[in-house]
Structure formats: structure tokens, C-alpha cells
């Protein structure tokens, strides 16, 4: 039997019935005793975990009342209203981002200097790791940092894989130099100091713990301890199911190419009608996906233009906002800009990879605005295409053009934005976590 939307964006969020059916299950005995019973009342005052987790039980029941009516509660002017089919669950969502917005509140651990923690790189095929860190800490924090962490749900260990990889794995002499024992050293330290110093690791397990990071190397950070780090929460651009990550725990990141003094390329996406190109894509042969596509397409179809190289005065980004659809083959890693720079440009990303878990898609229902091919099709990518009907097209098309909100790099951050959306996949997995008083 099919689920339902709100079955599916609740399959990682996984609820007990008790606290819907009795929303005050969770509150002491001793508030229903009665005076003719008892001559005194003693009050226990609760203890900040008590207090942190009637506050996400109060988010449980807001998010149910939401799906059940089919409406949101906030005592907020709304700047935007998730509505329509990008989402799995509108109601849902919306409802969970006014409970993250009015409750969240998150500790960065202040331990370490930088550049290997409180930094790391904002441009390039990495800078969404450095822009977290920055605007988790210094900007967006004020509404989500907590005084101290004893207030907070959710902990974040602010280190920079891509910064530890440039910093210390030089100089690289010998295949041997790429091990990663060092990257292992310094997370293993790292999080022995702050276990040391707080009783936070240990209360949950690291479950309540999170990292974000876009290196190919970031999903082997807990690979010295696996059993230790099992519960430890990793954002992952490289979300790749084959290779140990796991949807329920960990959260999937777009891979953003981040300009140099820009936070997002230009626009240059035309109208649908405008669009005179089947299917475009643009780099280098790396890993065997793209060279099966290049060996089935480059050079051989005006419809589906594939490149290793464009020549001059051939414009990437014009190119892209000519076409209607845009292939996104994974790398050596199955993350890839693609799909961002795609939608970017309103060009309905073609996902090519094995293995992949789609950015939010806990919350995004991906096959409303991209389509996905699996690499042994490839060869029928030209026909896959041809049979979508245009007013389909036109539809994707347009949600495309929704979406793009979700993947805006902004500073400050703004709701519903790339960054609130990284927390919100934080603040879900949270939701699901309940820890012992």
C-alpha cells in the first residue's frame, strides 16, 4: 500500500501515537493530585532536559494538529506559506518550521581555534561548510543560539573537514599521506575534549550531536569509532546509501558552487519557450557515470548536448537557462553542484546517480520538479525525455522555480532558505529523539 504524503514526510519522524491521542501524557502525576487527597502539594521543579523535551513534545502535538486540519498556528506574521505539490507534506512542514523558528535553540561548542574549527571555506564546490559555520555562529545564532548548553536541543561540533584536509594533509608526497588517520585524530579529540568538559555527548550518545560538511572525506569523519559514533548526526553532501549513510540519522546537503564574491552565479534562464535544448550538460569525465555518458552522447545529438569542454565563447550558465532539462551525472562522489546550479536556472534537473539521498528530501517530494534516471538508461535519456508530456514540462517547470527558495544562499539567512532548511533536517531528527529524564 502506498503512503500517504504525511506517512511519508513522518516516516523519519517517527512519533508516539500515545502523545497524540493524550497530549498530556508526558506531564507529571503529581499535577493531578487532588487536595482532598492530600493535604500538601509538593511542586518538583523540572530539570532544563524536562523542560527541553515538553518543549518538543509541544512540537510533536502542533505538527499533528497541522497534518490532522490541515491548517497552521503561529503567532507570527507569515512571509511565506509552503503550499502545492514540492512538498510532501505542506501542512507538515509548514507547521514544523514555525515550531523550529519558535523553539530551536542550538549550542556550538566555543572549544578549538581556527582555522581547523570556527571556519572553513565560503566559495567554491565547499562553501556551503564555511557559511554554516559562520552564519550558525555569528549571524542567524541570535535567534537559535542558546545561552548555555544546558538550554539547547541539539549541539553542533563547528569543524571544517575541508580546512582540516587543506591544513594538515600537507605536504602529500605518497598515496599513503591520504590516509585518514589524522582527519580521525582530530575529530576523536575534538569530541573527547567537549564530552571531557559538558556531560551533553554522553547524555544521548552523540545523538543530539550534528555535523555539516561537503568534502568527499567528511562521511569517514566517525570511521576510527563506528560503534561509538552511531548515533552521531552528520549534514552530508556525499549522501551516498551505498557508503554508510544513513537517511534516518544523517541528513542530506546540496553541493553549492558558491561564486567568489557572490552568493549564487547569474541568473540568465529563459522562458520554456525560449528554451531550444533538449538536455545540456558540461564537465569533466570524472567517475564512471559520466563516462558512460559521455561514450552514449558527447558530440552525437544537437538534443542532448554533452560536453567535456566548451569551447570559446560557449557560456555555461547560458546554456543552462536555454534548456529545458539539465543532466546531473554524480562524480567520483555521488554529490554534485548540479542540481543547484539547475535549479538556479529553472532547468529541471535529470538525476543520474546510483545510490543517492536527494538535499530535504524529507520534506521536498523530488519528482515534482527533477526527473531521475537510473545510469543503466542512460542510453535512452533522448527517448526518457521525448515522452514527458509538455504540460508536464510546464509544470516541473514552474515548481522548479518554487524550489529555488529552499537552495538561496542568503546573508543573513532568511526562512525557508538553504541554511534554515540544513536546520530543519536537524531539528526533525531531534523531533525523533527523546531522551531519558
Not at 76 to 99: C, K, L, V, W
Not at 196 to 215: E, T
Not at 358 to 377: C, E, R, Y
Request: hydrophobic fraction near 35%; charge should be positive.
Amino acid at each position: 500500500m502506498n503512503e500517504s504524503p504525511h506517512q511519508q514526510f513522518f516516516s523519519s519522524l517517527t512519533l508516539s501515537s500515545s502523545l497524540l491521542d493524550h497530549p498530556n501524557a508526558l506531564q507529571s502525576s503529581s499535577s493531578t493530585s487532588s487536595l482532598s487527597n492530600s493535604p500538601t502539594i509538593s511542586i518538583k521543579k523540572r530539570s532544563n532536559l524536562e523542560r527541553r523535551e515538553e518543549e518538543l513534545r509541544k512540537a510533536r502535538v502542533a505538527i499533528r494538529r497541522a497534518v490532522k486540519l490541515k491548517n497552521y498556528t503561529s503567532n507570527e506574521d507569515m512571509t511565506y506559506i509552503p503550499t502545492g505539490q514540492i512538498y510532501r507534506n505542506s501542512f507538515a512542514f509548514h507547521q514544523s518550521h514555525i515550531e523550529m523558528m519558535k523553539r530551536f535553540k542550538v549550542w556550538s561548542y566555543k572549544e578549538g581555534d581556527q582555522p581547523l574549527v570556527h571556519d572553513g571555506p565560503v566559495n567554491d564546490i565547499y562553501g556551503i561548510e564555511g557559511q554554516f559555520i559562520d552564519e550558525l555562529e555569528n549571524v542567524m545564532g541570535a535567534r537559535f543560539r542558546a545561552s548555555q548548553p544546558e538550554e539547547a536541543h541539539a549541539f553542533f561540533l563547528p569543524f571544517s573537514v575541508a580546512n582540516i584536509v587543506h591544513y594538515i594533509y600537507k605536504p602529500i608526497t605518497s598515496p599513503a599521506d591520504f590516509n585518514r588517520a589524522r582527519l580521525h585524530r582530530i575529530f576523536n579529540d575534538y569530541v573527547d575534549v567537549v564530552a571531557r568538559k559538558y556531560p551533553l555527548w554522553n547524555q544521548s550518545n552523540g545523538a543530539d550531536h550534528f555535523m555539516v560538511s561537503c568534502h568527499d572525506w567528511a562521511p569517514d569523519v566517525p570511521g576510527s569509532k563506528p560503534e561509538f559514533f552511531k548515533d552521531f548526526i552528520r549534514g552530508l553532501c556525499n549522501a551516498n546509501t551505498s557508503e554508510g549513510f544513513k537517511p534516518n540519522i544523517d541528513f542530506s546537503i546540496p553541493e553549492i558552487n558558491i561564486p567568489k564574491g557572490k552568493l549564487k552565479p547569474p541568473f540568465m534562464g529563459q522562458n520554456p519557450e525560449n528554451r531550444t535544448i533538449l538536455a545540456f550538460f558540461a564537465g569533466r569525465a570524472h567517475g564512471y557515470i559520466r563516462e558512460i555518458l559521455f561514450s552514449y552522447w558527447k558530440g552525437k545529438d544537437k538534443d542532448i548536448q554533452v560536453y567535456d569542454n566548451l569551447t570559446k565563447g560557449q557560456n555555461y550558465h547560458e546554456l543552462i537557462g536555454h534548456s529545458k532539462f539539465c543532466l546531473c551525472p554524480s562524480g567520483y562522489e555521488v554529490a554534485s553542484p548540479r542540481e543547484v546550479e539547475a535549479i538556479y536556472s529553472g532547468c529541471v534537473p535529470v538525476v543520474i546517480s546510483d545510490n543517492y539521498s536527494l538535499p530535504f528530501n524529507d520534506v521536498l517530494d523530488w519528482s515534482k520538479f527533477s526527473v531521475a534516471i537510473p545510469v543503466k538508461q542512460i542510453s535512452e535519456i533522448k527517448k526518457i525525455l521525448q515522452e514527458i508530456p509538455h504540460d508536464k514540462y510546464l509544470q516541473m517547470h514552474k515548481n522548479v522555480m518554487k524550489v529555488r527558495r529552499h537552495f538561496m544562499v542568503n546573508r543573513p539567512a532568511q526562512p525557508f532558505d538553504v541554511f534554515h532548511m540544513i536546520l530543519h533536517s536537524v531539528w526533525l531528527r531531534r523531533l525523533n529523539i527523546k531522551l531519558p529524564s
